[in-house]
């Protein structure tokens, strides 16, 4: 009989993990952060139609880094969920807090029972209903499944260190203008300029009606990236 | 609740019927006989108007039970999405469920997809919708909707009436639904121009529910009491608006004062 050869559960994890951090490494990364009138993302990405950044439901957004198949998976499996418990209860009972967890509770179970763990970071964004912007949430979802809740600004991705350092800090959340720029200029570093056409840009915004996400287009993006 | 994640060959891809059925969310409740009229609330007069900007939609604001006044200021036109909208006759119950499901259908795909469906497509989606609801249409609970929108790709306003078969016929100047259609349709037919802009066609459905309202008993009429006035939503290439009751108001009381007759001396 053949004895498969002992590895330790520390090793098996650490390569797992390590296997997941490089799949996310290879892809561009994104950050989202809270402005004056709600929560905008900012991916790196040339591709117009294969989206980082999603509308989940109406205060809620998503975004992804690393393979594509997989967070777009994730995605769907959100917006799913949302209209569900939508349907079933009432459009003001979907909240990101219980779809984070859910979110939680998949990656970690892929990290620890399957193959190959997910080579992904997602972040759920949600805007509160009062205006203050004091319930605004978002959470960053790990490829294990861990979950952070962060306040003003997140990066995702493979070079989160130097992008977070190369990131203004403002007292108050910015304006979009002022807080896009800042996540542009962290994003590209100091030897690239980033242009609209490399980058995905949308906001949750209040006041935007019932369905509060949008996509801001390349026109309005280069007049938001201007001086 | 859980996240519902499929295999690739059992995924319901962006249907959101297909989902629920695969949720288990589906409940069929089955009975037989047939539910007498009075028992339920009926949904009364829509009609459907194509101007040069778009198109309208308008409904009476009554609802009965039988002989009964059973609501009078229910709810019968609405937004299915940006640029489309649904007028709803019928089975109150069965119809604003069907609304609420083909709302979710439509904002469902979008998300899923990250692309609308054409007009067409939602026409076809919500002919469906009535299609299933056959069995229950054949024991009294019928929806007869009209759906309208702005047709993005064509750049033109289209409306399409259905019958309780999920039949969808597409009319090129309008439409009316429920048991004052006769009447509301009459007048629509006899005001009708190609060239009407926003104010002419509200006005033409406002008196068309009126003179509906005034020979049918299930449809009400505007409501100066209590300040209610029917719902008229126009659709143009800007998107869904409804048209506020202060200005509906304003020229339901000058259609009024028009039918006055003449005092004496």
Same mark, same amino acid.
């Given at each position: 009989?053949?004895?498969?050869?002992?590895?330790?559960?520390?090793?098996?994890?650490? *390569?797992?993990?390590?296997?997941? /951090?490089?799949?996310?490494? /290879?892809?561009?990364?994104?950050?989202?952060?809270?402005?004056?009138?709600?929560?905008?993302?900012?991916?790196?990405?040339?591709?117009?139609?294969?989206?980082?950044?999603?509308?989940?439901? *109406?205060?809620?957004?998503?975004?992804?880094?690393?393979?594509?198949?997989?967070?777009?998976?994730?995605?769907?499996?959100?917006?799913?969920?949302?209209?569900?418990?939508?349907?079933?209860?009432?459009?003001?009972?979907?909240?990101?807090?219980?779809?984070?967890?859910?979110?939680?509770?998949?990656?970690?179970?892929?990290?620890?029972?399957?193959?190959?763990?997910?080579?992904?970071?997602?972040? $759920?964004?949600?805007?509160?209903?009062?205006?203050?912007?004091?319930?605004?949430?978002?959470?960053?979802?790990?490829?294990?499944?861990?979950?952070?809740?962060?306040?003003? $600004?997140?990066?995702?991705?493979?070079?989160?260190?130097?992008?977070?350092?190369?990131?203004?800090?403002?007292?108050?959340?910015?304006?979009?203008?002022?807080?896009?720029?800042?996540?542009?200029?962290?994003?590209?570093?100091?030897?690239?300029?980033?242009?609209?056409?490399?980058?995905?840009?949308?906001?949750?915004?209040?006041?935007?009606?019932?369905?509060?996400?949008?996509?801001?287009?390349?026109?309005?993006?280069?007049?938001?990236?201007?001086? | 609740?859980?996240?519902?994640?499929?295999?690739?060959?059992?995924?319901?891809?962006?249907?959101?019927?297909?989902?629920?059925?695969?949720?288990?969310?589906?409940?069929?409740?089955?009975?037989?006989?047939?539910?007498?009229?009075?028992?339920?609330?009926?949904?009364?007069?829509?009609?459907?108007? /194509?101007?040069?900007?778009?198109?309208? @939609?308008?409904?009476?604001?009554?609802?009965?039970?039988?002989?009964? &006044?059973?609501?009078?200021?229910?709810?019968?036109?609405?937004?299915?999405?940006?640029?489309?909208?649904?007028?709803?006759?019928?089975?109150?119950?069965?119809?604003?469920?069907?609304?609420?499901?083909?709302?979710?259908?439509?904002?469902?795909?979008?998300?899923?997809?990250?692309?609308?469906?054409?007009?067409?497509?939602?026409?076809?989606?919500?002919?469906?919708? &009535?299609?299933?609801?056959?069995?229950?249409?054949?024991?009294?609970?019928?929806?007869?909707?009209?759906?309208?929108?702005?047709?993005?790709?064509?750049?033109?306003?289209?409306?399409?009436?259905?019958?309780?078969?999920?039949?969808?016929?597409?009319?090129?100047?309008?439409?009316?639904?429920?048991?004052?259609?006769?009447?509301?349709?009459?007048?629509?037919? @006899?005001?009708?121009?190609?060239?009407?802009?926003?104010?002419? $066609?509200?006005?033409?459905?406002?008196?068309?529910?009126?003179?509906?309202?005034?020979?049918?008993?299930?449809?009400?009429?505007?409501?100066? &009491?209590?300040?209610?006035?029917?719902?008229?939503?126009?659709?143009?290439?800007?998107?869904?608006?409804?048209?506020?009751?202060?200005?509906?108001?304003?020229?339901?009381?000058?259609?009024?004062?028009?039918?006055?007759?003449?005092?004496?001396?």
């Amino acid at each position: 009989m053949n004895m498969p050869f002992y590895v330790a559960p520390e090793q098996v994890m650490k *390569d797992r993990a390590d296997y997941a /951090r490089k799949g996310i490494a /290879r892809g561009r990364s994104l950050v989202a952060f809270r402005f004056d009138d709600g929560v905008a993302i900012c991916a790196e990405n040339t591709s117009s139609t294969l989206h980082k950044v999603s509308e989940i439901y *109406d205060r809620i957004a998503f975004a992804g880094v690393g393979k594509y198949n997989e967070f777009d998976q994730l995605r769907i499996a959100g917006v799913r969920h949302a209209d569900l418990k939508g349907y079933s209860f009432s459009r003001e009972d979907v909240d990101a807090r219980s779809l984070a967890n859910q979110y939680a509770q998949i990656l970690g179970q892929v990290f620890t029972h399957e193959m190959k763990p997910m080579e992904v970071e997602i972040l $759920v964004a949600e805007i509160g209903v009062d205006d203050s912007g004091d319930d605004d949430q978002m959470f960053h979802l790990l490829y294990d499944g861990t979950v952070v809740d962060e306040r003003n $600004v997140v990066v995702l991705g493979g070079e989160t260190d130097s992008i977070s350092e190369r990131l203004e800090s403002f007292e108050s959340p910015p304006t979009l203008h002022e807080g896009l720029r800042s996540a542009v200029a962290a994003l590209a570093g100091p030897d690239r300029t980033l242009s609209a056409g490399d980058l995905e840009v949308a906001a949750l915004q209040r006041g935007n009606g019932r369905r509060t996400f949008r996509r801001i287009g390349d026109t309005e993006l280069v007049e938001l990236l201007q001086d | 609740m859980n996240l519902p994640i499929f295999l690739p060959q059992n995924d319901p891809g962006p249907d959101f019927a297909e989902l629920m059925r695969r949720s288990g969310f589906h409940r069929e409740i089955k009975f037989d006989g047939v539910v007498p009229v009075e028992s339920f609330r009926h949904g009364t007069t829509c009609v459907a108007i /194509r101007y040069a900007d778009g198109v309208l @939609l308008a409904g009476d604001r009554r609802a009965t039970s039988g002989n009964l &006044i059973s609501h009078r200021s229910i709810e019968k036109v609405f937004p299915a999405d940006r640029h489309s909208g649904v007028a709803i006759a019928g089975a109150a119950g069965p119809a604003v469920e069907m609304v609420k499901l083909f709302q979710l259908q439509l904002e469902h795909y979008e998300k899923v997809e990250g692309t609308s469906l054409s007009l067409e497509g939602k026409a076809n989606q919500l002919g469906q919708m &009535i299609r299933n609801n056959l069995p229950a249409a054949m024991q009294g609970l019928a929806v007869v909707p009209i759906f309208a929108g702005f047709d993005l790709a064509r750049g033109t306003g289209r409306l399409f009436e259905y019958d309780v078969t999920g039949g969808r016929y597409e009319e090129t100047q309008h439409a009316s639904t429920g048991s004052g259609s006769l009447h509301a349709g009459t007048v629509v037919k @006899l005001g009708y121009t190609e060239s009407m802009n926003e104010t002419e $066609v509200t006005d033409l459905a406002i008196r068309a529910l009126f003179e509906a309202s005034e020979e049918d008993s299930a449809t009400g009429g505007p409501d100066t &009491i209590r300040g209610i006035y029917p719902i008229v939503a126009l659709i143009t290439a800007d998107g869904y608006t409804r048209v506020d009751d202060a200005e509906l108001a304003e020229r339901t009381v000058a259609l009024i004062d028009s039918r006055r007759p003449p005092r004496a001396g």
